[in-house]
């Protein structure tokens, strides 16, 4: 019937192969010109052949991003334990004392009476200080609040690294490579996990600065393929 209506014999061939057994494919008839049905082995030989091919590179897919989940995995890890392993066993130090003498005081305090002596904008503070009313004020839940904002910044480095991947055309193993450098680089570089240890706000700044890059690089590769850019497509820039 598909002969009759024009359509390839190997349409759907896909699905017949995953219904089917090898054996059972070399069974597969057509009508002839005579009216009586004929083996087409060879057609589902062709058929089997071009499966494989596709199974074989689906495969290869797959384990590809199961390698890369798992990498991503893994530096998550790996990132979240050198951020909170002892954290709380060194007292605040001056800066870290200034950011919870801070906190503690209300919005009104820290965005009249902040900034006309501290050179960092009360936002920080503001959170901070949101953060320790639900969380409290102990050390351990000052710390805490630097490290999620350190793995937050890790993931907008993540989506960076997609964006810089898809607007340089990079293939699907580059693509891999590319992810990996970037996220070891931000889980294990010693100065970024220390800045995530501190009552600060240098990891909620790279997290800032990370989604702007991420943004950015989104803009350009749509500007590149010709998209429209919108109001969507600036406000997160």
Known sequence: KRRQRGQPFLHGGLVILHLAQLDELDGITHLGADGVDRADGGAARYAC??????????????????????????????????????????????????????????????????????????????MLHGWTRIMGDRLIALRSFGVMGGMLAWVAVLFAGLALARLLR????????????ALAMAALSPPLVEMSREVRPYPWLILAYGGAIASMLRLADAQSRGRHIGWGGLLPY
């Open 170 to 181: 990079l293939d699907r193993g580059q693509r891999i490579r590319l992810l990996l450098v």
């Open 49 to 126: 052949q071009s499966c494989g091919v596709w199974t074989g590179r689906h495969r290869m897919a797959v384990r590809r991003t199961a390698w890369l989940l798992l990498g991503i995995l893994l530096l998550a890890g790996l990132g979240l334990w050198l951020r909170i392993v002892h954290i709380s066993l060194k007292p605040l130090w001056l800066d870290e004392a200034y950011s919870a003498f801070a906190a503690a005081h209300d919005l009104r305090f820290l965005w009249t009476v902040v900034p006309q002596y501290e050179t960092h904008p009360p936002v920080y503070y503001s």
